[in-house]
Each structure stands twice: as structure tokens, then as C-alpha cells.
């Protein structure tokens, strides 16, 4: 099933998707899948079709700053989680999107569980990949460092950087064909890189996870904590803590922090079953 690609502007701000449809229509919620740090919605491209053959709608965004979305200067834009949050309502609601299931990867997932928090009414079903849900997450070295004054604006232009923290994450090789799509927005212009510095000094981590801890306390909805095991930043520990004991919880004992480029077609086949088993 093909994945098709999109612009839409909503406000100020050009967003990026890929979206693949269902060839039958269906009342199934629609699936918004959230990338993480430094991805961009590409790592969904299997995932997206893949969901789409089982009925669902499937929309990834670039986020902002990220990818081919707009990547505006940090006077118009804070890349705090405040200003993403308001961002993604608005782009939700560009597209039409009342009620969705959320899936979010990474340590730019912290930004969409914190906006499932704040728009449960939103949200279907959650389903949660290798991110920040505590405290005791922290951001690693490789990426902390992108944010250090003078080191991190020399590291953030280079087009390497996404590669190595991709592969770095997991320890598998990505084909040079796929690094050449991640590295795309680095080599176009050097707004890529200072976004990404001004996403990294402004992510609030730890104010993130602790709004995060607390809300998921009270959470309702079905979920998913789908897990690589490899991961060398968020330690399966963190998963079976958050997950006690009322969450569904999949170890992907061959994946890393990027589940969804490491092992795709499980990625894919768990999430369709968790999707379909939910569906009253």
C-alpha cells in the first residue's frame, strides 16, 4: 500500500506528513505516529502501509524543525514542549483528526505523551515505543551534547550526526539509501542543525517525565509499551515500571531505542494486533 507524502500550513508553520489510506474506508480511528531525536517521519515509512493494509489510516509528521517541516528561528518558535504541544493541537486539527490513536517513539515522545495527557478525549489508544516516562529516563551523552553552547552548534551541522546516533542506538547498520533521506535536511541548509540545538536545550526532560509519571498514574486508556530491548539510553526497566500493572508491555528483544528502524515488521505486526484486538 503506498505512503503518500504532504504539505500543510497551518498558522505560521509548514508541516510535513506521510500518510497511507486504507483501500476500504473504515470507522477504525485513525493512527498518528510520532517520531523521536534527530528522526524524522521516515523511520515509519514500513509501519505506515503496513497499518493502512489493516484498515487504518496512518499519519506520521516531520515535527517542527525536523525533516521537511518548517524549522523556524528560535525567536518564532521556543521548541519548548509548551510550544510543541500547542503546534501539534493545531496541526490535529488541521487534519480533521477528533479522536486517534497515538503511538510516539523516542525523546521527542515525551512531547506526545504529555499532549495524550492533556487531550485524553483525543485519544483511542496510546501505544508507546523506547520513551522518556520517568525521572529516571535521562537523556544520553550523544545527544545532551548537541545542546552544549559552542560543541553543540559545531555538532548539529554536521550531516554525519544523524547516522551515528541512529546507528548508535541499536547497533545495527541502516542501508546508505535510507541514511541519505535522514541526512537530507542537514546538507540543504544549516537551519536543520540549529533547530535541533534548540530542540535538545529546550526539551525540559525532567519537568517532562515528572508530569508524565504522575499523569499515567490515572491513566484509563488501552496501552501499548512496546520495547526494544537493546536499548542502550532507556534500560527495559523503565517499561516494566511504568507498565506495572495495568499496561500491555512487548519486549523486541533484537531492537534498540529505534524499534521502527531496527525491526520493522515486528513493530508493525504488534501494533496492527494491538489495534485490531482494541476495536470494539
Same mark, same amino acid.
Given at each position: 500500500?503506498?505512503?503518500?507524502? #504532504? ?27 510520532? #517520531? ?25 509528521? !516531520? ?9 523556524? !528561528? ?21 487534519? &480533521? ?11 521527542? &515522545? ?52 544523524? +547516522?551515528?546516533?541512529? +546507528? ?9 539509501? !535510507? ?11 544549516? +537551519? ?22 504522575? &499523569? ?29 500493572? !495495568?499496561? +500491555? ?32
Amino acid at each position: 500500500m503506498a505512503t503518500q507524502e #504532504h504539505t500543510i500550513e497551518v498558522g505560521e508553520l509548514k508541516w510535513f506528513y506521510r500518510a497511507a489510506e486504507p483501500m476500504n474506508p473504515s470507522a477504525k480511528s485513525p493512527v498518528l505516529l510520532l #517520531h523521536g531525536l534527530p528522526c524524522q517521519s521516515y523511520g515509519w515509512r514500513h509501519v505506515l502501509p503496513a497499518l493502512a493494509g489493516h484498515g487504518f489510516r496512518a499519519i506520521a509528521p !516531520d515535527w517542527i524543525g525536523c525533516g521537511a517541516s518548517a524549522k523556524p !528561528d528560535k525567536r518564532n518558535f521556543a521548541y519548548s514542549p509548551e510550544a510543541y504541544i500547542t503546534a501539534l493541537a493545531a496541526f490535529v486539527t488541521a487534519l &480533521g483528526l477528533e479522536k486517534f490513536s497515538l503511538v510516539v517513539q523516542g525523546f521527542l &515522545g515525551s512531547v506526545g505523551l504529555q499532549y495524550a495527557l492533556r487531550h485524553p478525549e483525543q485519544i483511542d489508544r496510546l501505544a508507546i515505543l523506547n520513551a522518556p516516562l520517568s525521572p529516571a529516563a535521562k537523556l544520553p551523552w550523544k545527544m545532551r551534547q548537541m545542546g552544549v553552547p559552542l560543541v553543540g552548534e559545531m555538532l548539529t551541522q554536521d550531516p554525519l550526526l544523524t +547516522e551515528r546516533t541512529l +546507528e548508535g542506538g541499536g547497533g545495527y547498520v541502516i542501508s546508505e539509501a !535510507d541514511l541519505d533521506v535522514y541526512r537530507r535536511p542537514f546538507l540543504k541548509s544549516s +537551519e536543520a542543525g540549529r533547530a535541533l540545538l534548540a530542540i535538545v536545550k529546550n526539551l525540559q526532560l525532567p519537568e517532562a517525565t515528572a508530569e508524565i509519571q504522575a &499523569g499515567f498514574a490515572q491513566w484509563q486508556k488501552p496501552t501499548l509499551l512496546l520495547w526494544g530491548t537493546r536499548d542502550p539510553w532507556l534500560p527495559y526497566s523503565l517499561a516494566e515500571n511504568f507498565a506495572a500493572p !495495568d499496561k +500491555e508491555l512487548t519486549p523486541l528483544n533484537e531492537a534498540g531505542h529505534y524499534p521502527q528502524e531496527d525491526r520493522d515488521e515486528q513493530v508493525s505486526m504488534a501494533l496492527s494486533d494491538f489495534l485490531r484486538r482494541q476495536v470494539l
